[in-house]
Nanobody, 123 residues
């Protein structure tokens, strides 16, 4: 499965932004899809993931109540709605896919990755 992330940009603290991840290749609904981020000088951090059917989600504690992940299996898209953005949310955001939702929070991580999209939040 190939993934293409988009939607990053420069916003102010408190603003909202929506990231999109477009998928192509194998049956999209067979894959859980999620988001990771990497801030300058820091390691990859899990953000959120959603199961293939969209019935289950998993969010990192740092974004609970602010970020919402969703998907459209007709359009083969996954979205990350980011509200109440903070300066510490500044990072390159990557979308990724894997057959199992659980894989997103293991040390192995998902197998399929898209390129990143930069989100910059000014304080």
């Amino acid at each position: 499965v190939q993934l293409q992330a988009s939607g990053g940009g420069l916003v102010q603290a408190g603003d909202s932004l929506r990231l999109s991840c477009a998928a192509s290749g194998r049956t999209f609904s067979s894959y859980a899809v999620g988001w990771f981020r990497r801030a300058p000088g820091k390691e990859h951090e899990f953000v959120a993931a959603i199961s293939g059917s969209g019935g289950r989600t998993n969010n990192a504690d740092s974004v609970k109540g602010r970020f919402t992940i969703s998907r459209d299996n007709v359009k083969d898209m996954v979205f990350l709605q980011m509200d109440s953005l903070k300066a510490e949310d500044t990072a390159v955001y990557y979308c990724a896919a894997e057959a199992s939702l659980a894989r997103f929070t293991t040390t192995t991580g998902p197998r399929y990755w898209g390129q990143g999209t930069l989100v910059t939040v000014s304080s």
